[in-house]
């Protein structure tokens, strides 16, 4: 069975730091692309970047309104992904989800396939 | 950047029919997925691949995607399907996911 199940979120202040795990299992990691998502209370889903593959090099892209403060990264050994989120804000507060995805070349561009398994999300709340 | 446009919300009584549109510049072009989301809940995929559904996910369920609108049904809406729906694709240009703006189904 496929599982992603996030861990590392809780209360934290202004301005520090706060490393998100994904422990996944159930299907081979290193194949995949891993992203991460936020839902703040009473807002949409918003994505805030992924980490391809070993294939693709493992590079990263993220969301502007992350880039800079948040990185992602993985360990295929271990079947982890982390993000690792610095100069929190108090708008940072959220539920934070991974979620998989094969990414790939198809007719000469890269493209993902859907994000098919998510985990259970981990509450992260920035306050003083 | 890439944007998905579809209607607010959607209002039906249950055992109706609930139609979720999702339309954006050469969409037809692009392959489309729809999550259902609840919060404070992880999404759920209900539909990969334009027209797929996910093991799991029940026959009232489906979806079309022709010309320049991808369209998500609902047949016989069950209170459990009160939520928002959200289609994505995949922006290659700038190489990362676009959302839907949501679409939030009600029962009368």
């Known amino acids: 069975e496929v599982q992603l199940v996030e861990s590392g979120g809780g209360l934290v202040q202004p301005g520090r730091s706060l490393r998100l795990s994904c422990v996944t299992s159930?299907?081979?990691?290193?194949?995949?692309?891993l992203s991460w998502f936020r839902q703040a209370p009473g807002m949409g889903l918003e994505w805030l970047g992924f980490?391809?593959?070993?294939?693709?090099?493992?590079?990263?892209e993220y969301a502007a309104s992350v880039e800079g403060r948040f990185t992602i990264s993985r360990d295929d050994s271990k079947s982890i992904a982390y993000l690792q989120m610095n100069s929190l804000k108090t708008e940072d507060t959220a539920f934070y989800f991974c979620?998989?995805?094969?990414?790939?070349?198809?007719?000469?561009?890269?493209?993902?396939?859907?994000?098919?398994?998510w985990g259970q999300g981990t509450m992260v709340t920035v306050s003083s | 950047s890439y944007v998905l446009t579809q209607p607010p919300s959607v209002s039906v009584a249950p055992g109706k029919t609930a139609t979720i549109t999702c339309g954006g510049n050469n969409i037809e072009r692009k392959t489309v997925h729809w999550y259902q989301l609840k919060p404070g809940q992880a999404p759920v995929l209900v539909i990969h691949s334009d027209t797929s559904r996910p093991s799991g996910i029940p026959e009232r369920f489906s979806a079309s995607h022709s010309g320049t609108t991808a369209t998500l049904t609902i047949s016989g809406v069950e209170p459990g399907d009160e939520a928002e729906y959200s289609c994505q694709v995949w922006d290659s240009t700038n190489d990362h996911p676009v959302f839907g703006t949501g679409t939030r189904v009600t029962l009368l």
């Open positions: 979620t998989r995805s094969y990414y790939f070349y198809s007719g000469g561009l890269t493209t993902s396939g859907a994000f098919d398994k």
């Open positions: 159930g299907f081979t990691f290193s194949d995949y692309a």
């Open positions: 980490i391809r593959s070993k294939t693709y090099s493992g590079a990263t």
